[in-house]
C-alpha cells in the first residue's frame, strides 16, 4: 500500500514538472488516500496484532 503511495507522488511531481497540473493534482489526492489508509491498517495491524495466543 506504502509503495503505491510513493508511486502515485511520484508521478505527481513528474507531472507538475512538465506542466501537467490536473494529473498532478488527481495523482497526489491518490497518494493522500492511499497513505492514510496505509496508516488506518498499519495502526489497527498493531493494535489487533499484539494479542497473546498459546
Known amino acids: 500500500m506504502l509503495n503505491w503511495?510513493?508511486?502515485f507522488f511520484v508521478i505527481a511531481i513528474i507531472a507538475a514538472v512538465f506542466?501537467?497540473?490536473r494529473i498532478a493534482g488527481s495523482a497526489i489526492e491518490i497518494?493522500?488516500?492511499l497513505f492514510f489508509v496505509f496508516l488506518v491498517l498499519a495502526v489497527l495491524s498493531f493494535i489487533f496484532g499484539r494479542t497473546k495466543t498459546n
Do not use: D, Y
Open 19 to 21: 506542466g501537467f497540473t
Open 5 to 7: 503511495a510513493v508511486t
Open 31 to 33: 497518494a493522500k488516500i
